[in-house]
Antibody, heavy 119, light 110 residues
Framework: EVQLVESGGGSVQPGRSLRVSCAAS????????MHWVRQAPGKGLEWVSG????????GYADSVKGRFTISRNNAKNSLYLQMNSLRAEDTALYYC????????????WGQGTMVTVSS | QSALTQPPSASGSPGQSVTISCTGT?????????VSWYQHHPGKAPKLMIY???KRPSGVPDRFSGSKSGNTASLTVSGLQAEDEADYYC??????????FGGGTKLTVL
């Protein structure tokens, strides 16, 4: 079964850091691009970042550029999002999603991990 | 990276058809054939319904169809069923390794 399982969410103070992870199974991880998409409470979906299969190509939303870093470890079938200088507006459910490339078409999603930024 | 524009809500009676629009610019929808649509039931993971403007993943009913004209993409749901009630989001590639979502449309089956 193709599966993505996010972890690492939690409550953190503004300005602090947090790393969320996504464990993949049931497919050849290094054949696909991977993305992070978030949904703030009561809001819509927002693309956060994407990474190509070999980590050569990476993209970020303007809202997180310079603060968040996406990475992957193909040997561990894992995707990561390092989030620094967190702000209240980063509070959201963070989903990882699998895609054929960096152009989108997210065909498998995880259940999400909640990140709350609050003092 | 401005969000794509979707109507906040749409509705239809069972058996009817409803079309949801998604308007962008020549830098996203108008510039690439990488528009996708997602169905999102609260508390569940989003589900891909349409990709590359009009292609349907395996398992998605053919009641769902997608199209694009200029800077506007559309999702049409024919033969509405109660289980189609959900939030629907469009997404488009926006160049330079960026993607953008629409604000979402809440579809109500009356």
């Amino acid at each position: 079964e193709v599966q993505l399982v996010e972890s690492g969410g939690g409550s953190v103070q503004p300005g602090r850091s947090l790393r969320v992870s996504c464990a993949a199974s049931g497919f050849t991880f290094d054949d696909y691009a991977m993305h992070w998409v978030r949904q703030a409470p009561g809001k819509g979906l927002e693309w956060v970042s994407g990474i190509s299969w070999n980590s050569d190509t990476i993209g970020y939303a303007d809202s997180v550029k310079g603060r968040f870093t996406i990475s992957r470890n193909n040997a561990k079938n894992s995707l990561y999002l390092q989030m620094n200088s967190l702000r209240a507006e980063d509070t959201a459910l963070y989903y990882c999603a699998k895609a054929p490339g960096l152009y989108g078409d997210f065909d498998v999603w995880g259940q999400g991990t909640m990140v709350t930024v609050s003092s | 990276q401005s969000a794509l524009t979707q109507p906040p809500s749409a509705s239809g009676s069972p058996g009817q058809s409803v079309t949801i629009s998604c308007t962008g610019t020549s830098s996203d929808i108008g510039g690439y054939n990488y528009v996708s649509w997602y169905q999102h039931h609260p508390g569940k993971a989003p589900k891909l319904m349409i990709y590359e403007v009009s292609k349907r993943p395996s398992g998605v009913p053919d009641r769902f169809s997608g199209s694009k004209s200029g800077n506007t993409a559309s999702l049409t749901v024919s033969g509405l069923q109660a289980e189609d009630e959900a939030d629907y989001y469009c997404s488009s590639y926006a160049g330079s390794n960026n993607l953008v979502f629409g604000g979402g449309t809440k579809l109500t089956v009356l």
